[in-house]
């Protein structure tokens, strides 16, 4: 088939594992899984799906050499996804790392239609899961990496803070240098930085999306308190779940679910505020290929290491936010 992506270049799939991959239910269930989770869903946020992202970063992994496992990997790295993404960190408790999905990986594989494409086309799972194996794929932060880079530059041309061209130039001077993903040039590194930190700052991090995301958490720790859902409910899909939820005939947890709306304000509030809640920060430093030798861009231009780190000196810890209703 021919994957028409709407950002890069688009690429032919000709590899059938990678075709099985695509058709199984626990993949297509990403359609219905949304980057932003509850934002996307409440037209906050574009609606961007999980199964777009994986294609992009499977189209990035292959486009820099990757090997089919590594492909396999790529496509196989957001499986575990719960509905609204990463709002079940914020139930779980677990905002700052933001690792749910990745906590619950190995089970909800187990449990998919997925092991028995695999076993059909003579793949390892254990080794196709580990998405660490594979340095194309993950990089510990704040390097560069097919899915940090998908997910980022998705974002920015949705977000306004990039054009298709700039995206493109990017790319340009992107390259392998000891198995990860680098640039050749300083001052790509350098918008590259610069633009994730806008995006973090305009969505990741927003002091708004974050207080949407802890007012959904809270109206699900609620469901889960009255036994309307249960925890395995987190792997329906983004629409399924938010059904489940709007049928609770209960007026409190009704009036809690109000509040998931774009018209609810969040103002910061030192003094009584409605909650305080922290998020995972996020930014980059990437690596420059200058004379065979990888420097990162904080080495090599000290103003962008002060505004990373004063980024994220200002901005960790917790959000007094007072929830003001539509």
């Not at 196989?76 to 990745?102: P, W």
Request: proline fraction near 3%.
């Amino acid at each position: 088939m021919r994957y028409l992506d709407r950002i890069y270049a688009d690429f032919e799939i000709d590899q059938p594992v990678l075709l099985d991959l695509m058709q199984t239910r626990a993949m297509q269930r990403l359609h219905g899984v949304l980057q932003h989770g509850i934002t996307g869903l409440i037209g906050i946020t574009r609606p961007t799906s999980r199964f777009e992202h994986t294609l992009g970063v499977m189209g990035l992994v292959r486009h820099f050499g990757g090997t089919l496992d590594a492909q396999i990997a790529a496509l196989l790295h957001d499986i575990s996804h719960t509905a609204f993404s990463h709002v079940i960190d914020y139930v779980v408790d677990n905002h700052d790392h933001q690792s749910y999905h990745e906590d619950k990986k190995a089970w909800s594989v187990a449990q998919s239609d997925v092991p028995a494409v695999l076993v059909q086309h003579g793949i390892d799972l254990e080794t196709v899961l580990h998405e660490e194996n594979f340095a194309l794929l993950e990089q510990p932060a704040p390097r560069l990496c097919a899915d940090r880079l998908d997910y980022f530059l998705r974002d920015s041309v949705d977000l306004g803070l990039a054009t298709l061209a700039e995206v493109q130039a990017a790319l340009d001077h992107l390259v392998v240098a000891d198995g990860r993903i680098v640039t050749d040039e300083v001052s790509v590194a350098r918008w590259l930085a610069e633009t994730y930190i806008a995006a973090d700052q305009k969505s990741w991090a927003n002091f708004r999306e974050v207080g949407v995301y802890e007012v959904t958490a809270r109206a699900i720790r609620s469901a889960l308190h009255l036994g309307a859902i249960t925890e395995v409910d987190f792997w329906l899909t983004d629409a399924e779940l938010w059904c489940k939820l709007c049928d609770i005939h209960d007026d409190d947890f009704q009036r809690q679910l109000a509040l998931i709306s774009p018209d609810t304000r969040f103002e910061r509030d030192e003094v009584s505020p409605t909650f305080s809640v922290s998020t995972k920060l996020r930014t980059i430093d990437p690596d420059v290929l200058i004379d065979g030798r990888l420097y990162t861009l904080s080495e090599l231009d000290p103003d962008f290491a002060r505004h990373r780190t004063a980024y994220l000196s200002e901005n960790t810890g917790k959000w007094p936010m007072r929830v003001v209703k539509p």
